[in-house]
């Protein structure tokens, strides 16, 4: 939209140097630059050039550019650095598709290990991605409160954090599980930290890889309880979190597009910043996400759950497509807040039912 079209946006400029002020751990030097807490060299903000903070039909973002007021603990910034939110949710993906794999329950002590495996993959390439934009994070309202950033934890002890965990994700899943589950998670911590990570800067095509990165964990739970890489079902897995990522991030990378622009990320919505783009890849996500689950309903023929299953997956996915359209027609922080809120209960709903498929 026209309307999102501004030149230099003070008002945004001031909520940078308001966080900085307010975590005080971040020293102002003459020339723009900063140095955090642990001594490394920020470069000055750049200003966001293209975005007001608010505007007539566009919804308030003012809460996304207030910096968090938790007072953070040793233990709950190790936790941080993890992406624990993220994490659980692929703690919950893995659930579901260990029991497509193995084509019914899993015995709990292999669910337990399946866990502890794949959280501790997933947590590592969590804090890696952290390591690796420490600097970048400090120049985002969103992340400049996290542990790195802020110059709560260290450098080296969360390299050697982001190694152990690593080495024991990794040794869990091959030992209990076999080969194939550890090399997708060794893949998936590879792709999520080598190549979308430095990508997130260089390109708006960061979030097709993302998608690939988010997507591939699907085969560690699904190849751990014997299914295979040649299954059609593992695909149709990695297609429904391949497609779901699309709406779930669209909306993310909507809200917190002045934030990224500031900071020299290239996301759909500050390359392309009037939202179609962002708009469309919610709808094709959300379209292609229906056809991904609806194909798990009949993977394994007709029987008298398929249908009522494949029912179960439009009216859970019919929300979000609804959300997409609305965020298409009219992208906003209104409308782009209930498409991330509707992902965020879509992915579980889907995978309930496409498991539950299993037993019927
Ligand atoms: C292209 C891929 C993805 C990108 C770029 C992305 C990015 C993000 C970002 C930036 C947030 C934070 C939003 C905020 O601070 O308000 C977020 C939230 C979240 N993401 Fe994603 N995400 C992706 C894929 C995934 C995947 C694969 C999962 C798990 C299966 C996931 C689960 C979540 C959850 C549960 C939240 C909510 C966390 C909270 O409430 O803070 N995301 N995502
Ligand atoms: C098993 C295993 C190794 C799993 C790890 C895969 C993983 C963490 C996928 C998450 C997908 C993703 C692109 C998240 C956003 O990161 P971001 O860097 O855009 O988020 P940020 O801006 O909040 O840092």
Known sequence: MATDLLSADATTADSVATRSLRTGTIAGGEDGSRKNSTGETIPSVRRGRRFRTSGAGQGSAENLDTPQTKTPTVFGDYVELTKP???????????????????????????????????????SAGAANQI?????????TRTANRPLPAGRVGLLPSLIYTATL?????????????????????A???????VYTPMKTRTAWNTTIGAIAGALPVLIGYTATGGQLSDATGWLLFGVLGTWQYPHFMAIAWMYRRQYDEAGFKMTTTV???????????????LALIVCGVALCFINGFTWFAVPAAIGVLV???????????FAGQPDDITARKLLRSSLLVLPAVLLIVTLRVFW
Do not use: H, K
């Open 188 to 194: 998936t911590w590879m792709i999520y930290v080598l």
């Open 316 to 326: 859970a996915t019919v929300p979000m497509l609804r959300a997409s359209l609305l």
């Open 132 to 140: 690796w934009e420490r600097v970048i994070d400090c120049n985002m």
């Open 166 to 186: 690593g080495v024991v994700g990794t040794t869990v899943l091959w030992s209990f599980f076999g080969v194939q589950p550890a090399l997708a998670g060794l």
């Open 85 to 123: 939110r993220i994490v659980t949710m692929i703690l919950v993906t893995t659930t579901a598709t260990a029991i497509m794999g193995a084509g019914g329950l899993v015995a709990w002590i292999d669910w337990m290990w399946l866990m502890i495996g794949t959280a501790a993959i997933a947590g």
């Open 272 to 286: 392309e910043p009037t939202g179609r783009s962002a708009g469309w890849q919610s709808i094709v996500g959300s």
